[in-house]
C-alpha cells in the first residue's frame, strides 16, 4: 500500500482565518514533505521532514507553520494568508531521507483565500 | 545544480496514437528517475521509475528507458487512450537534494 491522505480536500478561508492541512501516512516511511503547486506549474517543495525533524525550510513565510506530531502525520497550519497562497498543497512520503527515494504523493487540498 | 527538462506541450493526439514525451536531465552521478501523472483535479501518481542506467521502467503501457549516454528518459506508449488525457511530470531525486526536481510538465489530450 503506497497511500497518502490529505484532509481536507477543499479549502477556503479568509485572510484573517487559521486553518490547518492534514497528511498521514502509514507505510513507515520517515520523510515527508509538504509542496505547493500553482496552476500549470510544477510542484514547488516548502518544507521537508525526516524521522519527524525539519530539515529543509524552503524560505517559505512565516504565516505557514509546519508541524510532525508523529511518524505517520504531518501537519500545516496557515494563518493570515494571502489571496496568491490560493494553491494546491500536496504532501508526499518516501521511505528513504536525504534524497533519492521515491516519493508518494496525497491527493492534495485545494486551498483557496479570499 | 539537477534540473529537468521536458516538452512542455501541449501535445494532442488521437485515441491510439503513438505518445513520446522527451525529457532530458542535468545531474551528477547517478540520480533516480520518474514519470508522474497528475489527472485533472488530483495529486501526482508515480507512473514510472527508474534508478540506474539502462533500466526501462514500465507500467499500464507506458515505458521509459534510463539512458545514462544522452542524459534523457522519454515517455512513450503505443496506443493511448482518452483515459490518458492528463499532465505528465518527468521527475529526478538524487541524494544531494531533498527535493523531488520536476520538469514543467508536458499536458496530453487524447481526442476519440
Known amino acids: 500500500d503506497t497511500e497518502v491522505t490529505q484532509t481536507p480536500k477543499h479549502l477556503v478561508m479568509g485572510m484573517t482565518n487559521k486553518k490547518s492541512l492534514k497528511c498521514e501516512q502509514h507505510m513507515g516511511h520517515r520523510a515527508m514533505y509538504w509542496y505547493k503547486q500553482k496552476a500549470k506549474k510544477p510542484p514547488e517543495l516548502m518544507f521537508v521532514y525526516s524521522y519527524e525533524k525539519l530539515s529543509i525550510n524552503e524560505s517559505v513565510p512565516s504565516r505557514f507553520s509546519p508541524e510532525c506530531p508523529n511518524s505517520s502525520l504531518l501537519n500545516l497550519h496557515l494563518h493570515a494568508l494571502q489571496p496568491e497562497d490560493s494553491a494546491l498543497y500536496l504532501c508526499?512520503?518516501?521511505?528513504?531521507?536525504?534524497?533519492?527515494?521515491?516519493?508518494?504523493f496525497g491527493p492534495g487540498t485545494r486551498l483557496t483565500v479570499l | 545544480g539537477n534540473s529537468v527538462t521536458q516538452m512542455e506541450g501541449p501535445v494532442t493526439l488521437s485515441e491510439e496514437a503513438f505518445l513520446t514525451i522527451n525529457c532530458t536531465y542535468t545531474?551528477?552521478?547517478?540520480?533516480?528517475l520518474f514519470w508522474y501523472v497528475q489527472y485533472p483535479g488530483e495529486g501526482l501518481q508515480l507512473l514510472l521509475k527508474a534508478t540506474k542506467a539502462d533500466d526501462k521502467g514500465s507500467n499500464k503501457g507506458f515505458e521509459a528507458t534510463y539512458r545514462k549516454e544522452t542524459t534523457s528518459f522519454h515517455l512513450e506508449k503505443g496506443s493511448v487512450q482518452v483515459s490518458d488525457s492528463a499532465v505528465y511530470f518527468c521527475a529526478l531525486s538524487h541524494y544531494n537534494n531533498n527535493d523531488m526536481r520536476f520538469g514543467a510538465g508536458t499536458r496530453l489530450t487524447v481526442k476519440p
Open positions: 545531474a551528477t552521478g547517478y540520480p533516480s
Open positions: 508526499a512520503s518516501s521511505p528513504v531521507t536525504g534524497g533519492q527515494g521515491t516519493q508518494y
